[in-house]
């Protein structure tokens, strides 16, 4: 090889060598910017407790789609109005109002009625009702309405179905 061919080569290693260096670098630099603070977040919850997830702000319009809500009857006085969905039933060890879960009480979660509200449950096929107090925020499934506790599933006849249509009316 004569010594203009070896220069030769040599400059284009080097131009080869310079052009693929800016390559990686400019990879380098885009995969840094591609991970945001946001992006940080959820891969920080990802692998947290139940609790963590609980804590996380969520859609209740998505999760409650026929809620219940108040209508003047004829007489002025506002009275609520009856919601249908699915119903399951859970068990957990702490509530979002703050009391221990007991799954020998008759209670329920649900996305939006404020804690204390009493609600009739009643199951559309068999037409059995249970009245449970709401003390947890719930469901986190799409298109149920409302959690119940194992008892007041239990009386419901639905711990074998594991879910069930049913129609909400509060009663207090």
């Given at each position: ?15 080869t060598s310079c052009r693929l260096l800016l390559a990686i670098g400019g990879a380098a630099s885009l995969a840094a910017c591609a991970q945001s ?12 407790s139940r609790q963590a997830a609980v804590e996380r702000p969520h859609r209740v319009a998505a999760l409650h789609p026929r809620p219940i809500m ?103």
């Amino acid at each position: 090889m004569s010594r203009i061919a070896r220069a030769e080569a040599a400059r284009i290693s080097f131009a080869t060598s310079c052009r693929l260096l800016l390559a990686i670098g400019g990879a380098a630099s885009l995969a840094a910017c591609a991970q945001s603070p946001v992006s940080r977040q959820k891969a920080d919850l990802a692998g947290t407790s139940r609790q963590a997830a609980v804590e996380r702000p969520h859609r209740v319009a998505a999760l409650h789609p026929r809620p219940i809500m108040r209508s003047r009857g004829s007489d002025g006085d506002a009275k609520q109005t009856a919601s249908h969905g699915v119903a399951s039933f859970y068990s957990d060890t702490e509530t979002a109002s703050g009391e221990k879960f007991d799954k020998n009480e008759l209670t329920a979660a649900h996305p939006s009625l404020p804690f204390g509200t009493k609600l009739r449950v009643t199951d559309t096929s068999s037409g059995r009702f249970v009245t449970v107090r709401v003390n947890d925020r719930g469901p986190y499934v799409r298109g149920r309405v409302v959690d119940i506790s194992p008892s007041a599933a239990e009386a419901l006849g639905m711990v074998d179905k594991g879910i069930t249509n049913v129609r909400l009316d509060v009663v207090q």
